[in-house]
């Protein structure tokens, strides 16, 4: 999926230069930045952004009159209002020229990000949403934990997952996720790769030397890193809603069948030289 558009409209390089930082590691990306409402109509014609922010004092104009020639040319403009001023007099003038929402300076990140998030998720859709800014995180923190656990460097695949159940035959390793949005992981592989994985963690050379209990026990240890890696990426950038891990639980055996019944699920695929290592990565619907 491509980044998701974001135009600001602010004459005070410092605000630009901070919501851009907030932005900085989301799959929201600035396109254009505007100084007045005169440069604001012109670069939304021409860059067509997916959402705007909109600083209420600009030289030629305020926000409201901005907004208003903005939803003149796109009637479906979603403007945000990233303003020092919030009373009651500016919300309700606001919202009759078309702003969607209103944040008051100093903005945190996960307000802005909420914020965006939910207007655009009418337009790039919740499964977009959930796979761009809480999947996709995930991919970072495996291929970054394989690497820093048995030293070994992977190519993924990814994309989202419309079964309602996944067959595994080796180990499988579920954790729970809590807070928002709440969910699971499932990090998996079949046997020889588990022993593969064990030996190395384990810094063993000898096959014989590591029993199935120790090999699971060393997957279900980095599963444990990997998933926890990921929800920090997470919480990086969602700073006060903060997501956390239940203790893992973990499955050996062939022909297992774990349901994901109303959950928006996500595969990750690591082809390594040991062999593939996968995460399977769902989340409640509704969050």
Same mark, same amino acid.
């Given at each position: ?6 135009? +600001? ?12 930082? /907030? ?53 479906? %403009? ?7 001023? /919030?009373?009651? =007099?500016?919300? =309700? ?7 969607? %929402? ?19 998720? =009418? ?24 690497? !820093? ?25 579920? +954790? ?8 699971? %992981? ?23 030397? +590591? ?20 929800? !920090? ?55």
């Amino acid at each position: 999926m491509e980044k998701v558009k974001v135009m +600001i409209v602010d004459d005070s390089k410092i605000s630009c230069a901070m919501l851009e930082e /907030k932005l900085a590691k989301t799959n929201f990306v600035v396109c254009a930045v505007a100084k007045t409402a005169a440069e604001a109509v012109q670069l939304y014609a021409e860059q067509e952004p997916d959402v705007v922010t909109m600083d209420m004092n600009l030289p030629d104009a305020d926000g409201i009159e901005c907004t208003r020639r903005i939803r003149a040319i796109d009637s479906g %403009a979603r403007i945000v209002m990233v303003s020092a001023m /919030k009373d009651a =007099s500016l919300v =309700s003038r606001g919202r009759e020229a078309g702003i969607s %929402a209103f944040l008051q300076k100093p903005i945190n990140t996960n307000d802005l990000i909420d914020t965006l998030m939910i207007l655009c998720q =009418s337009r790039i859709g919740q499964e977009a949403v959930l796979r761009e800014s809480y999947a996709k995180p995930f991919v970072r923190a495996l291929q970054q934990g394989l690497f !820093s656990l048995i030293g070994v460097h992977s190519e993924v695949e990814f994309g989202v997952d419309n079964r309602h159940f996944l067959d595994v035959s080796g180990v499988a390793v579920i +954790i729970g996720l809590t807070g928002y949005p709440t969910g699971r %992981a499932i990090v998996s592989m079949d046997s020889d790769t588990m022993r593969k994985f064990s030996m190395i963690m384990m810094e063993r050379d000898d096959p014989d030397m +590591i029993s199935e209990e120790e090999a699971s026990d060393s997957v279900e240890e980095a599963a444990n890193i990997i998933v926890g890696r990921g929800v !920090s990426n997470i919480n990086d950038v969602f700073k006060d809603k903060e997501m956390r891990i239940t203790p893992p639980g973990t499955i050996v055996g062939t022909n297992i069948r774990i349901a994901s019944p109303k959950l928006t699920t996500f595969h990750i695929t690591a082809k390594t030289r040991i062999g593939e290592i996968s995460m399977n990565v769902g989340f409640a619907e509704g969050e």
